[in-house]
């Protein structure tokens, strides 16, 4: 080749190039730099995700609820990775954890005595007791901050459908007291359509403790009483679970404990005995024949009374962040910070499914998130120890308490390792290992929700788009990527205590699924395959961000204005 022609061709590479690049259009950080990270991703595989996958969701940690030993547990063995790759601490006096303190309720027991005015004299019929290991005729399933003592009405199935002429509310007879019901209803049977088959038992038990105003609510079952006997047994081993939590730095000592109306299952014998019934078999003929008549019931006294008093106090809770941190290799942006943040507690234990499983692995919720971040931070520090460092550094932020409120988040943001000045993106990975019915219907599971981006932060949004491109090519769906979507997914995970701050933020998601809080939340039903497909996709756009040269800005004025009216 002619020397002159080809420092000519040189010269109009040159030139062409950078006329590119003052165009405005948004490029990736740099080409190569990204195309040699990418490489370092092919350690985040299935078989990685499943073996650590499998240890975070596994039955030992109990579900992994806030400040219990399960949580602990994991904790440990999230410190033990980053460990393990000698990435450095980033918490409280060196160590991993950032630790805070936590204010919640915890029951002692809870007291209800049933019993029959007759003119002035109270005939007491049954006291029970509900405290730890010691059941009763009574399963609290939520509420019942608050004492109350009322007359017990029978409401039938508890619900209006005034179309289809069922009243079975009457809020002249049942404010103030207790109603008891079926604990369900019946809408279509046999081809006839008994009450509207859109009324779910939310908005029946909604419309008791609102337009109704009942100031409890009484569910009797018609399953066997054995049945009960065994939910009744692990609600008593269940029932100083704290519940209530709110950070502690925050909480005024007017917070109210947790709601006050009680919504609780009745034993079917003591059903029996206000209903004036002989028999348990006899509350299904009861049933049965007031769907057969449903038009036709109308609520009435049973001539019981109920006094409840819950003996509830408040406790200390002490819960951990974990924080791990590569530092950056440019002297003049390593300061700053990109936050990969995911949550690794979950919900514990619950009342059992239909397989009899109490424990809530939570293998989607949020095990996913958390390895996911392992992932990433593994290939991060093989690719820094052959030489290729980030320009920025990356936070790897596993926080805790974000089933009670986001509070584990919040703590950090109100505390930060990193000033939030210096924290240029926040990457959120929640629920990344399954798909949800409306794909997997559609034979078109290959996806991931991106929420935040481009209503927030356009150029993040891009960024993330050209690290998609150059990585795996999925399907980026912004369905819900909308400030006025009902699910307001973009402030219901812990971004959003980032986003509060302006910090620009990329929420990862797949989905809610029929095992979304439930012990069916198993590592067997994660989709590994997409699932690291997506753990790449996070590894490469935080490659980008961190080597861009600019910091992505907010740019979505609506945004904005959102988060100047919201508390902060």
């Not at 007791?129 to 007359?151: M, Q, T, Y």
């Not at 095990?367 to 052959?386: F, H, I, M, P, R």
């Not at 402030?491 to 069916?520: I, Q």
């Amino acid at each position: 080749m002619n020397n002159k022609r080809f420092t000519l061709s040189i010269l109009i590479i040159l030139f062409i190039l950078h006329g590119c690049a003052g165009t405005g259009e948004l490029q990736e950080a740099d080409e190569h730099t990204l195309d040699d990270f990418i490489s370092y991703s092919e350690t985040i595989t299935p078989d990685y995700l499943r073996s650590h996958l499998e240890v975070i969701a596994h039955d030992s940690l109990q579900g992994r609820d806030t400040g219990t030993e399960g949580e602990r547990a994991a904790a440990r063995y999230i410190i033990d990775q980053y460990e393990r790759l000698g990435i450095a601490t980033k918490g409280t006096n060196g160590t991993y954890l950032q630790p805070f303190m936590l204010n919640a309720e915890r029951t002692d027991s809870l007291v209800y005595e049933v019993f029959q005015v007759e003119n002035s004299d109270t005939l007491v019929h049954t006291r029970s007791v509900v405290a730890n290991n010691s059941p009763g005729d009574f399963i609290r399933l939520f509420g019942g901050a608050s004492p109350l003592k009322g007359e017990i009405i029978f409401g039938g199935f508890g619900v209006d459908d005034t179309l289809r002429g069922v009243n079975h509310l009457n809020p002249e007879l049942m404010m103030d007291k207790w109603v008891l019901i079926f604990a369900d209803f019946p809408t279509v049977v046999a081809g006839d359509t008994l009450i509207n088959p859109a009324i779910t038992n939310n908005q029946r038990v909604g419309n008791l403790f609102g337009e109704v105003d009942a100031g409890g609510v009484l569910v009797v079952s018609a399953s066997e009483s054995s049945q009960f006997k065994e939910a009744a047994d692990l609600n008593s081993r269940l029932i100083d679970q704290p519940n209530n939590m709110r950070l502690q730095y925050l909480d005024d000592s007017s917070a109210q404990g947790g709601f006050p109306k009680s919504y609780t299952q009745v034993s079917p014998e003591l059903a029996v005995e206000i209903l004036g019934l002989n028999s348990t078999r006899e509350l299904f003929t009861l049933r049965k024949q007031i769907a057969d008549n449903i038009t036709e019931f109308e609520p009435e006294a049973t001539g019981y009374h109920l006094e409840y008093i819950p003996y509830d106090g408040t406790v200390e809770i002490k819960s951990n962040n974990v924080i791990a941190y590569i530092e950056g290799s440019d002297p003049s942006l390593k300061d700053e910070a990109i936050v990969l943040l995911a949550h690794y507690d979950h919900i514990g234990l619950s009342m059992p499914d239909a397989r009899g499983d109490i424990i809530n692995n939570g293998a989607d919720d949020n095990g996913s998130g958390t390895v996911a971040l392992l992932a990433v931070a593994e290939a991060l520090q093989n690719a820094k120890n052959d030489g290729f460092g980030l320009d920025r550094s990356v936070l790897f932020l596993h926080v805790s308490a974000e089933e009670k409120g986001l509070l584990g988040s919040r703590y950090y943001s109100d505390h930060p390792v990193i000033p939030i000045d210096q924290t240029v993106t926040a990457f959120n990975a929640d629920m990344i290992g399954r798909s949800d019915p409306e794909n997997i219907e559609a034979g078109t599971t290959d996806y991931v929700y991106l929420i935040g981006g481009e209503i927030i932060s356009s150029e993040l949004d891009s960024l993330v788009t050209v690290s998609n491109e150059k990585s795996t090519n999925m399907r980026l769906d912004r369905k819900y990527n909308d400030l006025t979507d009902s699910n307001q997914f973009y402030r219901r995970s812990d971004h959003w205590n980032f986003g509060r701050l302006n910090v620009p933020f990329v929420f990862f998601f797949t989905g809610v699924h029929e095992d979304y809080h439930a012990p069916g939340d198993e590592v067997d039903k994660i989709e590994f395959d997409k699932y690291s497909r997506i753990v790449q996709l996070i590894y490469a756009s935080t490659v980008n961000v961190a080597n861009y040269e600019k910091r992505p800005e907010v740019d979505n004025e609506e945004f904005l204005n959102i988060t100047r009216q919201m508390p902060r």
